[in-house]
């Protein structure tokens, strides 16, 4: 079974390091990673995920776990056109004109 590496730690303060699962913490790993991981973090998470893994979560979920800049960062990195926007994402727009 794959493990974190001890060097992501800092990434998780809330969460019980020891507990996390490669596979079933994927989202909040590849959030924390793609938002705020160093270039070796980044290489972990690309070799055990893959780029088209990585690639589809920025499509389904980039939007709204990452920041601005990271979001648009990783999609012009990963060639991302297309992506899941939640129906309420322009509100604030229309609401106050920003």
């Not at 507990?19 to 070799?47: C, K, P, Y």
């Not at 979001?71 to 920003?98: I, Q, S």
Request: hydrophobic share 40%; proline share 4%; aromatic share 14%.
């Amino acid at each position: 079974m794959a493990q974190i590496p001890d060097t992501l730690a800092s990434l998780f303060p809330e969460y019980d390091f020891a507990t996390l699962d490669v596979e079933a913490d994927v989202q909040v790993i590849m959030e924390r990673v793609l938002e705020h991981g160093t270039r070796s973090d980044l290489q972990w998470l690309f070799a055990q995920y893959g780029r088209d893994r990585i690639r589809d979560f920025v499509c389904r979920h980039g939007f709204r776990s990452l920041s601005h800049r990271a979001f648009n960062y990783w999609r012009l990195v990963l060639d991302v056109d297309e992506y899941r926007r939640p129906p309420w994402a322009g509100t604030a727009r229309k609401l106050w004109g920003k």
